[in-house]
């Protein structure tokens, strides 16, 4: 069952331009996102071309400046963007998310000349980017990362492994966290590595609870010799640029984590008033509507939560601890009405013919990507006990 398009979410927005995106991006959702999300995601297939049409949208790059291609938007427009491409179809959120992620590093760290050669086209809508810090041996602890970078000339050559890879063997283009130096933090760099990178391979795409059609893959890196002036930042400064991006990239999980929760909630809503058992609709028995008007009260808080992070982030004000609450309370949210919703539809929630079952197995995901909650906890407690 495809779901029926939603009433439209009563936002704040700052600007006519920022209404006119929100309106597109529905409009897209409705007619490119909605139709083909199920069976697509059944069959696991990589929607690529639906990337393309949302770059010639202007919709892969609206955090970055206008100069380069972007579309110079601040993060809380951006974020609501895509809450509404998740409630469409996560996968293609959740890439847009990782997309915005792998595009952070050069445009936040690197140089004029580097953004000036590589930026527009990362920017344009015809590439398509991937983020590379996890390893097999090590996913919350990324300073313990082992893909070595040694430099030999002008080139670096590389060898490693990457794991759990959005968009693993499908990017244009890798942002790649690896040692140059000491073990620990300060021997991490930044490189930008081309998607046909000689010495790049992808290993086949991991088998998943759901997200099906976003391809998670390893990368691995034999000897491929990377030019020195693909370097972002410095030697040694890659742990402060990785973090930079995850706490920008964690405000992404929490927007598609709230697109998901509403539209389990509009479809849980949707079915309770059309649902009769006992001569009326399940909506008007007092149980049900308990559990609707809980979940909606959720996904309000957590919406809250993210836009004011993003706030803080588009003042120039810290918001790393902020990132990680909205993190944490967001993808808890949606695991939480998720169930609920399945619980509402009863036996035809556990079924395939209504996107229940999809969206609580996609929920999963976002408890643990872009940093566990547990990690997100450990973040908050420091932020919140440190001198």
């Known amino acids: 069952m495809t779901p029926s398009p939603a009433k439209a979410v009563d936002r704040r927005l700052p600007s006519e331009e920022a209404r006119e995106l929100l309106s597109l991006t529905r409009d897209l959702v409705q007619r490119e996102l909605q139709p083909r999300a199920a ?6 297939r990589f929607p690529r071309e639906v990337f393309r049409t949302l770059g010639e949208a202007g919709l892969l790059s609206l955090p970055y400046e206008e100069k380069y291609g972007g579309g110079d938007q601040p993060y809380e427009v951006y974020l609501q963007v895509l809450e509404e491409l998740a409630a469409g179809w996560l996968a293609v959120g959740l890439g847009v998310s990782v997309h915005t992620l792998s595009c952070h590093a050069l445009a936040t760290f690197g140089t004029d000349e580097q953004r000036d050669r590589w930026l527009p086209g990362m920017l344009s809508g015809e590439q398509l980017g991937a983020y590379c810090l996890s390893e097999p041996q090590s996913g919350s602890d990324a300073a313990a990362l082992r893909t070595r970078a040694d430099l030999d000339g002008e080139e ?13 063997g499908q990017a244009d283009f890798y942002s790649a966290l ?10 991490i760099s930044c490189l ?50 990785a973090l930079a991006a995850l706490d920008s990239g964690r405000l992404g999980i929490a927007a598609c984590a709230i697109g998901v929760a509403q539209a389990a909630l509009d479809l849980a809503v949707d079915y309770a008033r059309t649902r009769r058992q006992f001569g009326r609709a399940i909506a008007d028995f007092q149980g049900l509507s308990f559990m609707l008007a809980d979940m909606a009260t959720q996904i309000e808080a957590g919406r809250a939560l993210y836009l004011s992070a993003a706030r803080l982030r588009d003042a120039g004000l810290p918001f790393s ?10 993808t808890d949210t949606v695991m939480r009405v998720t169930i609920d919703a399945v619980q509402v539809l009863g036996g035809y929630g556990y079924t395939q013919d209504f996107p229940a079952e999809r969206y609580m197995r996609e929920a999963k995901v976002l408890q643990i990507v872009e ?17």
């Open 178 to 187: 690896v040692r140059t130096g000491e073990e620990g933090a300060r021997g």
């Open 192 to 241: 930008l590595v081309p998607g046909t990178q000689p010495g790049l391979s992808a290993a086949p795409p991991e088998h998943k609870m759901g997200m099906k059609s976003s391809p998670t893959a390893q990368l691995h890196f034999d000897g491929a010799r990377v030019s020195r002036e693909r370097l972002i930042g410095t030697e040694g400064q890659g742990f402060q640029i």
């Open 39 to 44: 069976e697509d995601e059944a069959a696991g």
């Open 156 to 168: 670096y050559v590389v060898s490693g492994t990457k794991a759990w890879i959005t968009h693993g």
């Open 371 to 387: 940093g566990t909650n547990q990690i997100q906890r450990l973040v908050i407690g420091r932020h919140l006990t440190k001198d």
């Open 321 to 330: 601890k902020e990132a990680a609450m909205a993190k944490l309370f967001c």
